[in-house]
């Protein structure tokens, strides 16, 4: 079988990027073991702001106008709700914490995403004794149901293999990436976590940060919009709610723990004040990069081997302009960004 492209992994980053090769009617593979499931237990939120100290997200609202569009095209392609918009809610804890959100309006990239006039509301089985600031344009991407479905599609187009990917088995000719049965031009390495075992690309600075949340049943608690405090407290419907999430720098395993389940609780007791049950607890391991940008670009060496990784907390966000960005640079020798390139890391 030739092909154009291997993609190995299909969380968002993989999934974004096998949604460049269809635009540009390029021929593909994705293998998939399942192994790596941030995206499948993320929150999926995407927020413009950094809420802990109000400063905004890198390339917010650059990455913004690309992803939104991509999740709405997405929505109509195979006609499911995939994007919930809400207003997300700082809990603020003091007058300083007030103040800091006042000031934050001298900042062109985040005041844009700021409500200038204090939400002085109150909400049942809401701890808000300093009141919320309203975060605009912000919202939600059911990561689990987007990314089920599109494996679901490529099943049926037999472009997917349930697999695990054996990277010994890549043999490498000038032009030419060869594996098993198929050559590909160039295979684009989507792993996560996963890519600590790539022999190409293991030496790249990853950081594996596990993250763990629970979802709740809370009938007393009626709220439609996202609380942000020390964690986050998102409504699915039904009286549920996804509370997260946990940052864990020395578990590497991606099983819930009682450990991560007894801090949410223990943080959640200062957020809400009503009686809930857990239901669930899910937890994945983040890929994380020191300098918070993702790692994208082309082997040093071998050419026809590229890497998209370390989307960290916020994939859904960042997802769809990487994807784009490394296609174009394969294609058309289009410049990566030098923020996202690895050769920062030389």
């Given at each position: 079988?030739?092909?154009?492209y ?5 969380g968002?980053?993989g999934l ?11 021929t ?21 702001v950094i ?6 997200v890198?390339?917010a609202k ?14 109509k392609?195979?006609?499911i709700k995939?994007?919930?918009?809400f207003v997300?809610?700082?809990?603020f ?7 800091n959100w006042?000031a934050?309006?001298?900042?062109p990239?985040v005041?844009?995403?700021?409500d200038?006039k204090?939400?002085k509301g109150s ?7 300093h ?19 599109y494996?679901n599609?490529?099943?049926?187009k ?14 490498l000719?000038?032009n030419?990436?060869k594996?098993?049965?198929i050559?590909?031009?160039t295979i684009?390495?989507a ?7 790539n022999?190409?690309f ?7 940060v ?10 007393k ?24 999430a946990?940052?864990?720098h ?9 450990e991560?389940r ?7 007791q ?18 994380a ?15 026809n081997?590229a ?9 859904v ?5 990487v994807?784009?960005n490394l ?5 058309n ?6 923020e996202i390139?690895?050769k920062?890391?030389?």
């Amino acid at each position: 079988m030739k092909v154009d492209y291997i993609i190995v992994g299909l969380g968002l980053a993989g999934l974004a990027f096998a949604e460049e090769l269809i635009t540009a009617k390029k021929t593909f593979m994705v293998f998939e073991d399942a192994s790596q499931t941030s995206s499948l237990v993320a929150g999926g939120v995407y927020n413009p702001v950094i809420l802990k100290r109000f400063s905004p997200v890198w390339n917010a609202k650059e990455q913004l106008a690309v992803a939104l569009p991509f999740y709405e095209r997405l929505e109509k392609k195979f006609n499911i709700k995939f994007d919930e918009k809400f207003v997300i809610k700082k809990v603020f804890k003091s007058i300083k914490d007030q103040n800091n959100w006042f000031a934050a309006f001298d900042k062109p990239n985040v005041a844009p995403f700021l409500d200038e006039k204090l939400d002085k509301g109150s909400y049942s089985g809401v701890i808000g004794e300093h009141h919320f600031g309203n975060v605009k344009e912000g919202g939600r991407i059911n990561t689990l149901k987007l990314v089920e479905t599109y494996r679901n599609y490529l099943k049926e187009k037999n472009w997917i293999r349930f697999e695990k990917f054996n990277h010994k088995e890549i043999v490498l000719e000038e032009n030419l990436a060869k594996y098993k049965d198929i050559e590909a031009n160039t295979i684009v390495f989507a792993e996560g976590f996963g890519v600590k075992e790539n022999p190409y690309f293991k030496h790249l600075p990853l950081d594996e940060v596990k993250g763990e949340l629970i979802t709740i049943h809370a009938p007393k608690l009626k709220i439609d919009f996202l609380l942000k405090s020390t964690l986050f407290v998102m409504p699915l419907g039904n009286n549920t709610y996804k509370i997260g999430a946990t940052f864990n720098h020395l578990d590497k395993t991606s099983k819930p723990s009682k450990e991560g389940r007894e801090e949410l609780v223990e943080k959640l007791q200062k957020v809400i004040s009503v009686p809930y049950k857990i239901i669930d607890q899910s937890a994945g391991i983040r890929p994380a990069v020191k300098d918070r940008r993702p790692m994208v670009g082309v082997h040093p060496e071998f050419k026809n081997l590229a890497v998209l990784n370390g989307l960290g907390t916020r994939g859904v966000m960042i997802a769809p302009t990487v994807a784009k960005n490394l296609f174009h640079h394969l294609t058309n020798n289009e410049k990566l960004d030098d923020e996202i390139n690895i050769k920062r890391f030389k």
